[in-house]
């Protein structure tokens, strides 16, 4: 994630699609979002220096926004809107503007959020690393907001907890991405290394649970609270979870990047799923562990980027082909991992053609009531870069009646009308009630300082079956 200097006015810009019926405007703008058509604008009261880090909705129509400050700060600033609407939460904040900044518990400063996520009583968990080191350690974190965007007093120190590996020397560990169970324990994974060291430590992914209140949960890792994974081959040095996810019974699915030899360019997923107590699970895959290679010729640096567990428990991922020349890689699989979903485009791996000669880079998938899923992807090289959102159907397909044969391409000169207004980074994407897909992306200028951030969504009126959440 990078930093800028800059006073940063904040956009929210939604983008809509119409209802199944209309195919034809499926892809397209929904100009009554936001305070003028199609983004609400805003600024953090006098702040030179941010940068839009994460964001996650909650089911009360909330969409809570994390921005980072001056990357030694002690301060995070939060925004929220309005789901559905896009405008600015007006009972939300000291001066009910939407807007409020939070001073982290000492000794926590420089936070670097990766990622954040909604529970279900509508307080929010934020997490990542420090950049100011606690004892030599530059730590991991993760803190819980109450709804009123304060930190939670009850939840860890001070609503906020520390996370390491407590391996031998110093150390630098990442919280990369949580999952809430249906007992309101947070399970965290990230990587981790020791500091020098000679010959020098590779990167360790782990798996840590924490109670409801935010103490280490000792029934997890056999009373360790805490679970080292071992190193994916005897040279592997880059180790990187992607995402965690928890199934119907609650059993912990991984989803992560790994290296097969020692500073390599060969770069394989491993799928593995974990039981209550974090053990491999033996009836998942190969004891506990599914390999995905996409191998696309002559480039083998495949990534994981995103996980769906879908209803009925099989498993749909998302992932980049290639590194020098990345491409879409999607792929679904049954519910234990042992083999590719037959029904899924004719039981082989989805790797998508470029929409245009520049790469994409995936970045968040999510999946509707009917089955489909929702790609949303960067494209281009800075400072020339848009985003594409992609619909394949339940099958595997591109979906044709989603924008041109299933994809529709977002520029930020279609959004505001400014043509230097043209890189994103995207952030977050989710699926809200059964209106719109919504999605939060930082948009850069041709001066990068000008960096704002937006919310679009992507309409859904009459795509989703009754009952959907």
């Keep these: 994630m990078s930093l800028h200097r800059t006073l940063v006015p904040v956009l929210l810009a939604v983008l809509a699609l119409a209802s199944e019926a ?8 929904r100009l009554g979002f936001g305070e003028v058509p199609g983004y609400t604008a805003y600024n953090i009261a006098g702040q030179s220096y941010i940068d839009v880090a994460a964001a996650a909705s909650s089911r009360f129509d909330r969409t809570w926004v ?5 990357p030694m700060s002690q301060q995070l600033h939060v925004a929220r809107i309005f789901s559905a609407s896009g405008l600015l939460d007006t009972g939300f904040g000291p001066g009910m503007d939407g807007r409020r900044s939070v001073t982290l518990p000492a000794p926590l400063a420089g936070p670097a959020v990766n990622g954040a996520i909604a529970q279900d009583d ?3 968990l934020a997490y990542g690393r420090l950049r100011e080191a606690i004892d030599g350690d530059y730590a991991g974190f993760i803190c819980r907001f109450t709804a009123s965007g304060a930190l939670h007093a009850a939840y860890g120190s001070s609503g906020c907890v520390v996370i390491r590996s407590m391996i031998a020397g110093n150390e630098s560990l990442e919280v990369t991405d949580v999952a809430i169970d249906g007992f309101g324990r947070a399970v965290l994974t990230g990587f981790y290394q020791a500091l020098g060291q ?5 990167e360790r992914r782990f798996l840590t649970r924490l109670t409801e209140n935010g103490t280490p949960d ?3 890792a056999g009373g360790a609270a805490f679970l080292t994974l071992p190193q994916w081959t005897d040279h592997s040095d880059y180790h990187r979870p992607a995402a965690v996810r928890i199934d119907a019974q609650g059993r912990i699915v991984l989803l992560s990047t790994v290296s097969l030899h020692w500073q390599s360019s060969d770069y394989d997923l491993l799928l593995q799923r974990f039981d209550d107590g974090g053990s491999p699970d033996p009836g998942f895959a190969s004891n506990g562990t599914r390999v995905i290679s996409f191998d696309v010729p002559g480039d083998l640096a495949d990534s994981g980027r995103d996980l769906e567990l879908l209803a009925d428990g099989r498993l749909l991922v998302l992932g980049r082909a290639g590194g020098n020349a990345p491409k879409i890689a999607l792929v679904r699989f049954d519910a234990d991992a042992t083999q590719i979903d037959p029904g899924f485009n004719g039981g082989a791996v989805r790797i998508e053609e470029q929409p245009s000669p520049l790469p994409l880079d995936p970045a968040e998938l999510v999946v509707d009531d009917l089955g489909r899923s929702y790609i949303v992807a960067e494209g281009g090289t800075f400072p020339l870069r848009q985003q594409w959102v992609l619909r394949h159907r339940d099958d595997g397909l591109p979906d044709p009646d989603f924008g041109d044969q299933g994809r529709t391409e977002i520029t930020g000169q279609a959004l505001t009308g400014d043509a230097t207004l043209n890189a994103f980074r995207i952030v977050h994407a989710t699926l809200v ?5 919504l999605v939060t992306c930082t948009l850069n200028a041709d001066d990068i300082l000008a960096k704002r951030a937006f919310h679009y969504a992507l309409g859904a009126e009459g ?7």
């Design 122 to 124: 509508g307080m929010v």
């Design 433 to 437: 009630g059964r209106t719109q897909l």
């Design 66 to 70: 994390f921005i980072e400050g001056h």
């Design 463 to 469: 795509l989703f079956r009754d009952g959907f959440d």
């Design 22 to 29: 209309a195919s034809a405007d499926d892809g397209g703008i």
């Design 218 to 220: 000792l029934e997890f």
């Design 198 to 202: 000679e010959p020098p430590v590779v």
